[in-house]
């Protein structure tokens, strides 16, 4: 069984993918409900928006953080669910507390599911294939430098040359020419396999995208995963009222000289 196979079969056997799919479904909405370019909001503010009601929504469905579960379970439930639609409050998953754990990389926001973890990353709608990780935060890029099992892998600094021989990423560790020696041991200092869910969204189609995946350091550009799930496209079994439906998608016209969205 390939890895790909493996991680996705058991992610969303344990309902994990579920929660991070109403997670993001839910801040979407309501990032696209509060949208307003009238009212002075722009692409980075939408990026912003959305990548900060994710991370909340993960924290409520996992019950991480300020929404971890204590012994008063009545008041838990009134955190967890303020400000929730009566649709995310319906479609919400039900899953057990302590299911999947905070675990922040480097300060960057994370969740653990038993050995693995997951880190979020915004980009462009329609770009995710080719996602830069050289652009992206160190942090990423040590995620996106380790190696993938399911290949023979070459060594490690072939890895790291462009794949056409020509200049890297603009603004990554290639167009400098030199890479970061603390880079080369990434995969030994990661204390959990560490994979990467993509999200990005046209403000105005309403149209978003949500990809789980192992990323590529992708120096000469190309490719930014050894393997991607689209946790979008198929339907995803929900612990919840099958006889209640959520809210249709929001969508929002084209205004003239509009801007495109650039996720947070």
């Known amino acids: 069984m ?3 196979a ?27 409900e509060s949208y307003s370019e009238a009212d002075g909001h722009d692409a980075a503010w939408l990026g ?19 929404y971890a ?11 967890r669910y303020a400000e929730l639609s009566d649709a995310d409050r319906v479609t919400m998953p039900r899953l057990a507390p302590g299911l999947v754990r905070r675990s922040d990389l480097f300060g960057s926001a994370g969740w653990a599911y038993r050995r693995r ?10 770009r995710l ?10 942090t990423k890029q040590i995620v996106a430098l380790q190696r ?16 056409d021989g020509g200049p890297g990423e603009s603004g990554g560790p290639a167009e400098s020419g030199v890479i970061d020696p603390a880079l080369l041991t990434a995969d030994r200092e990661l204390d959990l396999l560490t994979y990467v869910i993509a999200h990005s969204l046209d403000p105005f189609s309403g149209e978003a995208e949500l990809v789980f995946g192992r990323p590529r350091l992708n120096l000469g550009g190309g490719p930014a995963w050894y393997w991607r799930e ?11 009222d099958p006889g209640q439906v959520p809210d249709a998608p929001v969508r929002l016209r084209r205004p003239e000289g509009g801007v495109s969205d650039v996720a947070g």
């Open 129 to 138: 294939d080719t996602l830069p990780w050289p652009n992206k935060s160190r």
């Open 230 to 240: 689209d946790l979008l496209a198929p339907p995803l079994a929900r612990p919840v």
């Open 148 to 163: 993938n099992p399911d290949v023979r892998q070459p060594s490690l600094f072939e890895s790291l040359l462009p794949a």
């Open 48 to 66: 912003h928006t959305r990548f900060t009601l994710f991370r909340d929504r993960l924290d409520r469905v996992f019950s991480c953080m300020r």
């Open 69 to 79: 579960v204590s012994a008063d379970e009545e008041l838990d439930l009134d955190v």
């Open 2 to 4: 390939s890895e790909q």
């Open 6 to 32: 493996e991680v996705i079969a058991e992610f969303r056997d344990a309902g994990v993918l579920a929660g991070v799919r109403w997670a993001y479904e839910s801040a979407t909405r309501r990032a696209l």
């Open 117 to 126: 973890r997951f880190l979020l990353a915004g980009g462009d709608f329609g």
